[in-house]
């Protein structure tokens, strides 16, 4: 029979180098108090690598740069499914996912209907930010990210190449759900959708 100690490295791996987890993600095989223990022995180990409290990672090794962090995205989804939370992508970051904006901001922010908080990890800080129910209505969905993304562009910055590089970028399940979720858009914003998916 497998010890635990066993099942929680096993299913580690199984996640492969990248996965970023939580002890709650462990419950089925032990205690709170002694997944706890196994993975802070896992980490003093170097099995594993403890990002802060709460929260460890399975690094990827990388020839030259060694371990790497894993992205910001892994780390807030880890954050959100620890704590049944939904987050959503804002900001420069929402941009920089659609590929809007190539520069990854060293300040990440996620609108959370969770608890407010920011985490350090690699050279990125990750904050959740807690918002309105309107907001965190498209949680999820890429028209969430897209409402978002040019909220941060703002009204009087997104211009025809933005419109354009939306219309490329974005497949036609995408622009039925923009159009589903136009309700959640402000009215400027709902134009803009309205001329990415040719419905103006």
Same mark, same amino acid.
């Given at each position: ?7 929680? *490295? ?18 089925? #095989?032990?205690?709170?108090?002694? *997944? $706890? ?10 099995? @594993? ?5 709460? #929260?460890? $990672?399975?690094? &990827? ?12 995205? !892994?780390? =807030?989804?880890?954050?959100? &499914?620890?704590?049944?939370?939904? *987050? ?5 970051? =929402?941009?920089?996912? +659609?590929? +809007? ?7 990440? *922010?996620? #609108? !959370? ?45 997104? $211009? ?9 970028? +974005?497949? &036609?399940?995408?622009?039925?759900? +923009? #159009? ?11 134009? @803009?959708?309205?001329? @990415?998916?040719?419905?103006?």
């Amino acid at each position: 029979m497998q010890s635990v100690d066993n099942k929680v *490295i096993k299913r580690i791996r199984g996640w492969g180098r990248g996965s970023v987890f939580t002890p709650t993600m462990f419950l089925d #095989l032990g205690s709170r108090a002694a *997944i $706890d223990k196994i993975l802070s022995r896992f980490s003093q180990k170097g099995l @594993i690598r403890r990002l802060f409290r709460g #929260l460890y $990672d399975l690094p &990827e090794n990388h020839p030259v740069m060694g371990k790497l962090y894993p992205s910001p995205d !892994t780390v =807030a989804k880890a954050i959100a &499914e620890r704590d049944s939370t939904k *987050i959503l992508p804002s900001g420069a970051y =929402a941009a920089n996912l +659609l590929g +809007l904006s190539t520069q990854v901001p060293a300040q990440i *922010i996620f #609108l !959370t209907d969770g608890a407010s908080r920011s985490v350090k990890v690699g050279g990125h800080t990750i904050t959740l930010r807690r918002t309105t129910p309107k907001n965190m209505a498209t949680a999820g969905r890429i028209s969430g990210l897209v409402i978002q993304a040019l909220k941060y562009i703002g009204k009087d910055h997104v $211009d025809s190449s933005t419109v354009q590089m939306l219309t490329e970028t +974005l497949n &036609e399940a995408d622009k039925e759900q +923009l #159009l589903k979720d136009l309700i959640f858009a402000p009215s400027w914003i709902g134009n @803009i959708i309205r001329k @990415i998916t040719g419905k103006i």
